[in-house]
């Protein structure tokens, strides 16, 4: 039972220990870290692949000497052999099988060496394609991050709009609603006055106009009976001179034809 209890007490708080580890751990963070670890995995398989190629190289160069050097043992027997020192010959050999014996061993080991180069070679170049890869996913991550913040911190503040504000912004909106209808009925009705008072100006100036033509009518009337008038006194005066002329030339002069004193006349008035 207390076991039992144990287990539970200890899963649990294995339960909550992991949650505020995820809490606490940043996504973008642990990429980068992941990023700086593979590069250093990189730097440290690209030092041990120049180790491994010097000793390649080594054995390599030791298998070329030993085999040589037995190539020279030879030569040596050879030579003994052919001048009849069997005992030179035999010691020339013997040095011979020890030289051949290290160039097999050496020939195993540059193969082996070489076998390792790859190896390494090839994990390393997995640990760079990783790192592009990774490279890669990381911008593509941290926008993914940011954009997920942003998208958060949007709806942690439209969660704080409860529905007071709501009703608040509808009511301001009302409010303005009215102002523009009020704003749009006393523009009317300042039209309409406008109207009104342009219509009452329009028969003013009507009024006016029709009063100087009267007034114009009037005073053209008026100096054209006075005209009229002075034609008559004009022929009035003019006929007094003809009747004091005819009376003082009558004895000396024949009256005049009528036909010439309206001869006369009519000369006068298309003069005027």
Same mark, same amino acid.
Request: proline share 1%; aromatic share 4%.
């Given at each position: 039972? =207390?076991?039992?209890?144990? *287990?539970?007490?200890? &899963?649990?708080?294995?339960?909550?220990?992991?949650?505020?580890?995820?809490?606490?751990?940043?996504?973008?963070?642990?990429?980068?870290?992941?990023?700086?670890?593979?590069?250093?995995?990189?730097?440290?398989?690209?030092?041990?692949?120049?180790?491994?190629?010097? &000793?390649?190289?080594?054995?390599?160069?030791?298998?070329?000497?030993?085999?040589?050097?037995?190539?020279? =043992?030879?030569?040596?027997?050879?030579?003994? @052999?052919?001048?009849?020192?069997?005992?030179?010959?035999? $010691?020339?050999?013997?040095?011979?099988?020890?030289?051949?014996?290290?160039?097999?061993?050496?020939?195993?080991?540059?193969? &082996?060496?070489?076998?390792?180069?790859?190896?390494?070679? /090839?994990?390393?170049?997995?640990?760079?394609? $990783?790192?592009?890869?990774?490279?890669?996913?990381?911008?593509?991550?941290?926008?993914?991050?940011?954009?997920?913040?942003?998208?958060? *911190?949007?709806?942690?503040?439209?969660?704080?709009? &409860?529905?007071?504000?709501?009703?608040?912004?509808?009511?301001?909106?009302?409010?303005?609603?009215?102002?523009?209808?009020?704003?749009?009925?006393?523009?009317?009705? #300042?039209?309409?006055?406008?109207?009104?008072?342009?219509?009452?100006?329009?028969?003013?100036?009507?009024?006016?106009?029709?009063?100087? @033509?009267?007034?114009?009518? /009037?005073?053209?009337?008026?100096?054209?009976?006075?005209? /009229? !008038?002075?034609?008559?006194?004009?022929?009035?005066?003019?006929?007094?001179?003809?009747?004091?002329?005819? #009376?003082?030339? *009558?004895?000396?002069?024949?009256?005049?034809?009528? !036909?010439?004193?309206?001869?006369?006349?009519?000369?006068?008035? #298309?003069?005027?």
């Amino acid at each position: 039972m =207390w076991s039992s209890l144990l *287990q539970r007490l200890f &899963n649990i708080g294995k339960a909550k220990a992991n949650d505020a580890l995820d809490h606490i751990e940043d996504p973008v963070q642990m990429i980068k870290l992941a990023t700086v670890e593979l590069e250093q995995a990189i730097g440290k398989a690209t030092k041990a692949l120049a180790v491994a190629m010097a &000793n390649q190289k080594k054995l390599e160069k030791d298998h070329d000497q030993f085999k040589m050097e037995s190539m020279n =043992w030879y030569q040596k027997a050879a030579a003994a @052999l052919q001048s009849g020192k069997e005992d030179l010959a035999q $010691k020339a050999l013997t040095q011979k099988a020890l030289a051949d014996k290290k160039e097999v061993e050496y020939k195993l080991l540059a193969e &082996n060496a070489a076998k390792i180069v790859g190896q390494l070679q /090839e994990q390393l170049d997995d640990y760079k394609l $990783k790192l592009e890869e990774l490279k890669t996913r990381q911008s593509i991550y941290t926008a993914k991050a940011e954009s997920a913040k942003a998208q958060k *911190q949007i709806a942690e503040s439209l969660s704080g709009v &409860n529905g007071s504000a709501l009703a608040n912004i509808e009511k301001y909106e009302n409010t303005i609603n009215q102002m523009e209808a009020e704003a749009e009925s006393l523009t009317q009705l #300042n039209s309409d006055k406008n109207k009104l008072e342009k219509e009452f100006k329009a028969l003013e100036n009507t009024i006016s106009v029709q009063s100087d @033509l009267d007034k114009l009518k /009037e005073e053209l009337a008026l100096k054209s009976k006075q005209k /009229e !008038e002075q034609k008559i006194v004009d022929i009035q005066q003019k006929f007094d001179e003809l009747n004091r002329s005819t #009376n003082t030339n *009558q004895l000396k002069i024949q009256p005049a034809p009528k !036909e010439d004193i309206n001869k006369k006349i009519d000369d006068f008035f #298309n003069k005027k």
